[in-house]
């Protein structure tokens, strides 16, 4: 009844028990925290806009974004995954998300930030249809924890209208 | 000479009996296991509830050996999502982050994936000519992570002498205990 073998096992057990329930714990804490981040996003030119030889339209961006995430960090935050997508719809798609840029925020300190930048990513359509199209920009954030649920949000930033005419 | 008989007959029956409660508590581990299995596959309606990270794509967000819980729900794929996919032709399911997501009126969708750590897009790891993933090839998206739990299991695929080690002391812990 009291060898070491009952020892050790009763003393595992309670080990992992407790572990998993501090993990609950710190995974519940991101409820408390109460975000208010605010983001910024302009298109500063169209660099170029043109159709691709199998027909999709493609265009080339540069944007500027200034974003202030820090009140996004908890503890049991590792890093912050962001991305701004542009959203928007056409004859035959109901929905359209074509990531532009994203980056990783592995601290608070630089969650505030402002960055000039041409698109990451390569913003085509599927189809020909972004002449004139007007779309959204939207900052998307992933918070990953540390341990637990992971949660996700964004900001819209609506408005933007394409040329009506390639250059 | 009768007593040596019924002697010999109850300690026949007594190992017998313990035997059978072993087997039936060893039986009972066994099947708690596979009930919380299928239970969890029932919840979160995906074929793999729980998957181990194999590699290092997804990093600094996930590394070898974290554990993700995945959900399969009837809501629509949205970009930024990090789901678990299936490819044609390839086995092991992969871990990656949705950039661009076309979906059409009937709710069919196009979804090109990309993992955090890698330069370029996943269109290099689909098969051949494939452009696209559609709902029928995701099995899951991320919802919960837990870190370094997985090693356990990447351990004993990868050294599979250290699992029959487990398997033969738990085994042998099995027998030989008492009440």
Known sequence: MHSFGYRANALLTFAVTIVALMCAIASLSDNLNTPSPTAEIQVVNINWFQKQTHGNDEVSLTLNITADLQSLFTWNTKQLFIFIAAEYKTPKNALNQVSLWDAIIPAKESAKFSIHTSNKYRFIDQGHNLRGKEFNLTLHWHVMPKTGKMFADKIVMSGYRLPEEYR | ?179
């Open chain 2, 1 to 179: 000479m009768g007593w040596i008989g019924d002697g010999i007959e109850s300690i026949r029956s007594m190992q017998i009996r313990q035997f059978l409660t072993q087997a039936v508590s060893l039986g009972m581990i066994v099947t708690s296991a596979l009930i919380i299995w299928k239970g969890l596959m029932c919840i979160t309606g995906s074929e793999s509830p729980v998957v181990v990270v194999l590699s290092g794509s997804m990093e600094p967000g996930f590394k070898r050996g974290d554990i993700l819980f995945l959900h399969m729900s009837k809501d629509p794929i949205r970009a930024g999502e990090i789901v678990v996919f299936n490819v044609d032709g390839r086995e092991i399911p992969i871990v990656h982050r949705v950039i661009k997501v076309h979906e059409r009126q009937d709710g069919e969708v196009d979804v090109l994936t990309k993992g955090d750590n890698n330069y370029g897009d996943d269109r290099l790891l689909y098969a051949q000519g494939q452009l696209w993933l559609q709902r029928h090839h995701i099995m899951g998206r991320a919802v919960g992570f837990l870190p370094y739990v997985g090693w356990v299991t990447i351990i004993m695929t990868e050294k599979p002498i250290i699992k029959y080690i487990l398997i033969g002391a738990l085994g042998l812990l099995v027998i030989t205990s008492k009440d």
